[in-house]
Nanobody
Framework: QAQLVESGGGLVQTGGSLRLSCAAS????????MGWYRQAPGKQRELVAR???????IYADSVKGRFTISGDIAKNTVDLQMNSLKPEDTAVYYC??????????WGQGTQVTVSS
């Protein structure tokens, strides 16, 4: 069964760090992009960061310089290192995978809460 398993969310104080990890099942193949999105209460889901098999990486302006995405498409893994966290980073974070066959997969979401 194709699935994404996330870990690493939690509660942290302003200025702290968290690392999110996501592993996609091996039944998901021909991946061409992996990334993280987030959704805060009352807001739309937004892209945080993603990278592609072609080597490009993009970040939301709000996290540039604070968050770092890493991973290995060949191993079906993607991580998100989050530093200098702010209360506005509080959201449910979702792992996302897109394949060359135009399939899209989402993780179950992991809560990140930054206290002021």
């Amino acid at each position: 069964q194709a699935q994404l398993v996330e870990s690493g969310g939690g509660l942290v104080q302003t200025g702290g760090s968290l690392r999110l990890s996501c592993a996609a099942s091996r039944s998901i193949f021909s991946i061409n992009a992996m990334g993280w999105y987030r959704q805060a209460p009352g807001k739309q889901r937004e892209l945080v960061a993603r990278f592609t098999s072609g080597g490009s990486t993009i970040y939301a302006d709000s996290v540039k310089g604070r968050f770092t995405i890493s991973g290995d498409i060949a191993k079906n893994t993607v991580d998100l290192q989050m530093n200098s966290l702010k209360p506005e980073d509080t959201a449910v974070y979702y792992c996302n995978v897109n394949t060359q066959l135009l399939h899209e997969y989402w993780g179950q979401g992991t809560q990140v809460t930054v206290s002021s």
